[in-house]
Nanobody
């Protein structure tokens, strides 16, 4: 069993920045992928950013150029740096870790609320 603990959410004004953190109870070194997803009210959960084994990254079109996913294998922490935030970024953000065991190898954080409002 893997536990992912998220932090860093909160209220920020449009144009501001936040950095979300997700610390895993197991190593994230060389696992299949780590990622961030979000779910806004009335919307489906969507992929925000993913970093796959080998270092390749992909971002949702809506966040390209504004968000950056990174990780620290020493602390087993995944980050999502969010800059130039928009009200449309308001959502609950969830981190995800894929340990390559099929659906049984997928783990999710508890979610952290990000609200972008003036």
């Amino acid at each position: 069993q893997v536990q992912l603990v998220e932090s860093g959410g909160g209220l920020v004004q449009p144009g501001g920045s936040l950095r979300l953190s997700c610390t895993a109870s197991r190593s994230i070194f060389n696992i299949a992928a780590v990622g961030w997803y979000r779910q806004a009210p009335g919307m489906q959960r969507e992929l925000v950013a993913v970093r796959a084994r080998g270092g390749s990254t992909n971002y949702a079109d809506s966040v390209k150029g504004r968000f950056t996913i990174s990780g620290d294998i020493v602390t087993n922490t995944v980050y999502l740096q969010m800059n130039n935030l928009l009200p449309e970024d308001t959502a609950v953000y969830y981190c995800n870790a894929d340990y390559g065991l099929g659906s049984g190898g997928l783990y999710w954080g508890q979610g952290t609320q990000v609200t972008v409002s003036s």
